[in-house]
T-cell receptor
Framework: DAGVIQSPRHEVTEMGQEVTLRCKPISGHNSLFWYRQTMMRGLELLIYFNNNVPIDDSGMPEDRFSAKMPNASFSTLKIQPSEPRDSAVYFC???????????????FGPGTRLTVL | AQSVSQHNHHVILSEAASLELGCNYSYGGTVNLFWYVQYPGQHLQLLLKYFSGDPLVKGIKGFEAEFIKSKFSFNLRKPSVQWSDTAEYFCAVTFLYGGATNKLIFGTGTLLAVQP
């Protein structure tokens, strides 16, 4: 099993540029989560999907952030325009959840380290 | 709002010392509890989890945790740490309250450094 795959692993960009982070969940998993990790705020859940539908996006910081899951095997997190305060490690995780009211272990990807200059 | 607190931000131990990392959460209802570990430069991995049953949970690499409902706590323990345990440890909780329960709330993490 390849695990959760994220790309790119590192991204350096300039303020104002659009950034797209990609995630491929584990095959068969139907829940996908995007997290942001910073020294100041720790690990924060940004958004999660169940069966490709966004269930909770209350953690998305502002309108500059958007996430999509067009199919069960792919998701993107986009920041447009990016700002220096967006610099963080962004993790994607997936799990299999029979329903939104059940819970199973989340498996994390290696993360994307984003630096916005 | 539900929250998870980890009291120790940095812990430094010598090899063979015993470890206990504190974790408390803010909700009195039904919870699922987890400890994740993040080794330097790596992604988060599950150490152990508690859903129900025996409140003393054993995980990988000799770690265990005890759920004490009356204290809203889920402390992580290891009787004898090794240099390879140097990592950041995160307590995490899902709060079950009649709606979606997939939301995992993380504590701020504890950075453990084990000196050889």
């Amino acid at each position: 099993d390849a695990g959760v795959i994220q790309s790119p692993r590192h991204e350096v960009t300039e303020m104002g540029q659009e950034v797209t982070l990609r995630c491929k969940p584990i095959s068969g998993h139907n829940s996908l989560f995007w997290y942001r990790q910073t020294m100041m705020r720790g690990l924060e859940l940004l958004i999660y999907f169940n069966n490709n539908v966004p269930i909770d996006d209350s953690g998305m910081p502002e309108d500059r952030f958007s996430a999509k899951m067009p199919n069960a095997s792919f998701s993107t997190l986009k920041i447009q325009p990016s700002e220096p305060r967006d610099s963080a490690v962004y993790f994607c995780a997936s799990s299999f959840s029979p329903s939104v009211s059940s819970y199973n272990e989340q498996f994390f990807g290696p993360g994307t380290r984003l630096t916005v200059l | 709002a539900q929250s998870v607190s980890q009291h120790n931000h940095h812990v430094i131990l010598s090899e063979a010392a015993s470890l206990e990392l504190g974790c408390n959460y803010s909700y009195g209802g039904t919870v699922n509890l987890f400890w994740y570990v993040q080794y330097p430069g790596q992604h988060l991995q599950l150490l152990l989890k508690y859903f129900s049953g025996d409140p003393l949970v054993k995980g990988i690499k000799g770690f265990e945790a005890e759920f004490i409902k009356s204290k809203f706590s889920f402390n992580l323990r290891k009787p004898s740490v090794q240099w390879s345990d140097t990592a950041e440890y995160f307590c995490a909780v899902t709060f079950l309250y009649g709606g979606a329960t997939n939301k995992l709330i993380f504590g701020t993490g504890t950075l453990l450094a084990v000196q050889p």
